[in-house]
Every structure is written in structure tokens, then in C-alpha cells.
């Protein structure tokens, strides 16, 4: 990219050299991958020129992601932990206040969830975690936060928004959840919050 073009000439012009700079290229075919480039000047045949060394680094980049993804979300529900849930709320709420803009977050708490557990066993339960997280992200703008507080408790988190468009956003997640149904063994488990 040219950020990334500008970072390294910047780099090369201080020093005259650069060592392990991460950075995305596009092949000829126009498919991009992360390459860590490492670039000395020196002079060829009385000419100033510049060695590169460019090693492939995707498959880092991906583990990298995937690690990332693994500290932040909550593997069962594809919530965001709690840490990251209120990492992320703490910057939010800041934005909020620096430019004195409406925020609201409400606790999503599932009704009677330990007798599924006892029931059904914690696999299901499980299940039913997994349906309801992603039926609270289904009913959630794309910038807003959902993490999981713990247990069968949720937390959501509306930037820019009202109490009454918040209450709005509270009603459709709580009547979406109470619409699903997960089912196990003939039986058609729904759960309400």
C-alpha cells in the first residue's frame, strides 16, 4: 500500500537500511500476501542500489490473527471475552464522553439457564449459549459490542446511541432469542432473557 511504501522509504532514507519491515505487496497475478522485507543501500558497479530481501510471512500473519482471535472472543458464544469486551467499551465510552455523544449498555441475563444444564447436561447448554450469542449478534449493528460477562450473562454495548433506541435494540434481541429454539433428543429447547 503507499502508507506502507512511505514507511519505508522513510525508514531507508534515516538509516540506509532496513531491517525485518513487515509489509503487504501484490503478486503480478494481483493476489496479495505479507512479506517481511529487510532492504541495505550499497553501491553496484559504482552505481547507488538497493539489496532486498523479501521473505513470505502470510502463514505468520494467519496464526498471528488466529491467536489474536482466540484472546479476544469467546470461543463457545463468538462473543468478545470479557477482557476485550471491556478493553474495547473503556475506548468506547471515553469516545463517548470526549464528544458528548449518547452511549448505552444493557446486561442480557438467560432465564432459568441452570435448569437446561441440569436437564439436558452442558453440552446442550452449551448449544444453547452458542444460539444465543448469535442471535444477539444478528440483531446488533456492525460497530456494536457484545461480549459475553460470564456464565449465561451478556453484555452489549450501543455506540451513539439513546436509551429509547437502546430499548428498542433490548426488546428485538430479547424477542429474536425467545423466537429460537435449539433441539436435541426430540426436544425443542427455547430459552428467554
Known amino acids: 500500500t503507499p502508507g506502507d ?3 519505508l522509504n522513510a525508514s531507508l532514507d534515516a538509516h540506509g537500511s532496513s531491517e525485518s519491515f513487515g509489509i503487504e505487496l ?3 497475478d ?3 500476501f505479507w512479506a517481511d522485507i529487510s532492504a541495505q543501500a550499497m553501491p553496484f558497479e559504482g552505481t547507488p ?3 532486498y530481501g523479501i521473505h513470505d ?8 490473527e488466529q491467536l489474536r482471535e482466540l484472546a479476544t472472543t469467546d470461543s463457545l458464544t463468538g462473543t468478545l471475552n470479557r477482557r476485550q469486551f471491556f478493553e474495547v467499551a473503556e475506548e468506547e465510552l471515553e469516545r463517548a464522553t470526549r464528544y458528548d455523544k449518547s ?7 438467560a432465564d432459568h439457564f441452570k435448569a437446561v444444564n441440569d436437564r439436558f ?3 446442550v447448554g452449551d448449544r444453547v449459549l452458542a444460539s444465543m450469542g448469535a442471535t444477539i449478534r444478528s440483531e446488533l449493528r456492525r460497530f456494536d459490542l457484545v461480549g459475553r460477562y460470564g456464565g449465561e450473562e451478556f453484555v452489549v454495548l450501543l455506540p451513539e446511541t439513546t436509551i429509547q433506541a437502546a430499548t428498542v435494540t433490548a426488546e428485538r434481541i430479547r424477542t429474536s432469542v425467545a423466537q429460537r429454539t435449539v433441539e436435541t433428543e426430540g426436544h425443542q429447547i427455547g430459552m428467554t432473557i
Open 57 to 64: 510471512i502470510s502463514r505468520q500473519k494467519q496464526i498471528e
Open 103 to 109: 452511549t448505552a449498555m444493557f446486561m442480557l441475563d
Open 5 to 7: 511504501r512511505e514507511r
Open 121 to 123: 447436561g452442558h453440552v
Open 30 to 32: 494481483g493476489s496479495t
Open 49 to 51: 542500489s538497493m539489496l
Open 26 to 28: 501484490r503478486r503480478a
